[in-house]
Each structure stands twice: as C-alpha cells, then as structure tokens.
C-alpha cells in the first residue's frame, strides 16, 4: 500500500510548493471566443477568454450552469474548436490544427477523466488503464504504470472487471488510465458528479496526490466547493467571461464567490 498521503486537500499547499509548478502554462487561451450556430439563433458562450493553466498544478473551473465551463475545457483540450483567439497546449498552437492532427494531439498529449467513468466493461481494470496507450501505438512504461497503480492503491483490483469495482474504484481506474501517458495536462469534467461523498473525496484525494506527487496538470470542472477546495486555484467563469479567481481555496470562500456570481 502507499500511505504516503491522505485523502485530504494538502494543507498550506501553494504554488511553488512541492509540485513546482512550471512558470510555462501547460495550456493557456488567449482571447477566445466560441460562438454556437448564427444570425438571431447564434450563442455567444465563451467571449474572449484569456487564461492560462500552470504546469504542475490543480486548476478548477466553475461558474453558473452555461457560464462557458465545458466549452473552455473542449477548447482548451482540442475537442471543439474556437470561433476565434487561440490556444496553446505545451508549445503547439492548436488553432487551426485539422481533424487528424487534433486527434493525434489528444491521444499523445491529453488525458480525459469524465462524469461517467468510460470504461469498457469487457476488460480488466488493467486492460483499461493500458488500452489508450497502446491505441496511440505507444510503449507502456511498466515502472510508471507501477507507480500510478501504487499511488491510486488499485495493485489488487487489476485483474478485476468493472462491474466488480466500486464507483470509486472505477473513477480511480479511469484516473490511472489518464495518468498512465503521463499527458500534458488532464482534463476532468465534473469527475465526482456520479459519486457518494466518500468516493468523491478519495478520488479527489488520488487527484490532488497525482499532482503533488507526479507533477501532473489537471484542469477539473465542477459545481461542487468542496471539490474546487482541492485545486491549488480556482476560475469563476460568468456568461462566458473569466470574472475571477481564487487562490488557495477554502470551500467557504468558493461558496462565497459563487454566491457573489449569482451561481
Ligand atoms: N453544441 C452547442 N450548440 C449550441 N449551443 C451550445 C452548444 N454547446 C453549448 N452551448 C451553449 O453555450 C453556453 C455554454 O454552455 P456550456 O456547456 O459550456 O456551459 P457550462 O458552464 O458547462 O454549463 P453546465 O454547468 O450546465 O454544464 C450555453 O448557453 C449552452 O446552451
Ligand atoms: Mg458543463
């Protein structure tokens, strides 16, 4: 077992703290705007965003319900594009990149960890975990796998299926398949949203550790303060604008400013 960390927020954790955080965003946008559809029916639900996401660190998203939150995180991640700014993820602009050269950059460079976990429920939790590398065609670090693997204690749920793991569990093997690439940044919309509060917190928990521990970037969507209290920092998305942030988090001061949003 691990035992090298609690499921708690780190206390006192800062940036520059433990997981030094790169002063380079791992992924920043600039000006973006993202307009749905055109003429009277057109939706403006990002209007020039300029934001940038720090390496190493644990950023969370929130806002009112359609204040932009998954908009941004599809167009920082590549999975939408912008109406117009641009984005950069590690040192490629990926505006303008096609179909095929987005695909390839998320499969090389990003990793997904969503609300339902995705899991193919005819495989083992170690066949998830390995499947997205070995779909990118590229080679599983078997000592970084053992270290993910130890840091989200699944050692001895591996040969197990789905079904036969708890929805924490599940999460936690959709995490390890995230982390396993070691990506750029991972991107997580509203991870906890399925989960009773104690599966939420150890998944959180896992989330906060990849980043104390393996230096990992993670971007995370969600409603919940008690979840944006793990994150390092916290930005507050209003009618599609970034309107303000949070360092330091405590749930009571992410209630507080949501309060003040009219979320
Ligand atoms: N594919 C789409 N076509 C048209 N409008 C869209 C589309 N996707 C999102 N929108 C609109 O863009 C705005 C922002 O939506 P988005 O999903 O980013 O909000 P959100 O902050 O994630 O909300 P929630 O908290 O409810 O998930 C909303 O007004 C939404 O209706
Ligand atoms: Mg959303």
New binding site residues.
């Given amino acids: 077992m691990t035992g090298t960390f609690t499921n708690a927020p780190a206390e006192g954790f800062t940036p520059g703290g433990p997981a030094r955080p790169d002063s380079r965003p791992a992924v920043s946008a600039s000006g973006v705007s993202?307009i749905?559809?055109a003429g009277d029916?057109a939706?403006?639900?990002?209007r020039g965003v300029t934001v940038g996401f720090a390496r190493g660190a644990f950023t969370a998203?929130m806002?009112?319900?359609?204040?932009?939150?998954?908009?941004?995180?599809?167009c920082l991640a590549g999975l939408?594009v912008v109406s117009k700014g641009s984005v950069v993820l590690g040192d490629i602009e990926i505006t303008g990149l096609d179909d095929r050269r987005l695909t390839l950059l998320r499969r090389e460079r990003v990793g997904f960890v969503f609300q339902a976990f995705n899991l193919l429920p005819t495989l083992t939790a170690e066949q998830n975990i390995l499947l997205a590398v070995e779909l990118a065609g590229g080679k599983v670090d078997r000592s970084w796998f053992d270290h993910v693997i130890e840091v989200l204690g699944l050692r001895d749920r591996l040969k197990h299926r789905p079904s036969e793991l708890s929805g924490g569990q599940q999460q936690r093997v959709a995490c390890a398949r995230a982390l396993v690439s070691r990506p750029e940044v991972i991107f997580a919309?509203?991870p906890t949203g399925n989960l009773d509060s104690r599966s939420g917190a150890e998944v959180l928990g896992f989330l906060r550790a990849s980043v104390r521990e393996m230096g990992q970037t993670i971007i995370m969507?969600t409603?919940d303060p008690v979840a944006a209290s793990y994150a390092d920092r916290v930005v507050f998305?209003r009618d599609?604008e970034v309107v303000s942030e949070l360092a330091g988090p405590t749930p009571d001061r992410v209630l507080d400013e949501l309060k003040r949003l009219g979320a």
């Fill in positions: 993202k749905y559809g029916a939706v403006h639900a990002l998203i806002g009112p319900s359609g204040s932009g939150k998954s908009t941004l995180m599809h939408d919309d509203e969507v409603h998305l599609g």
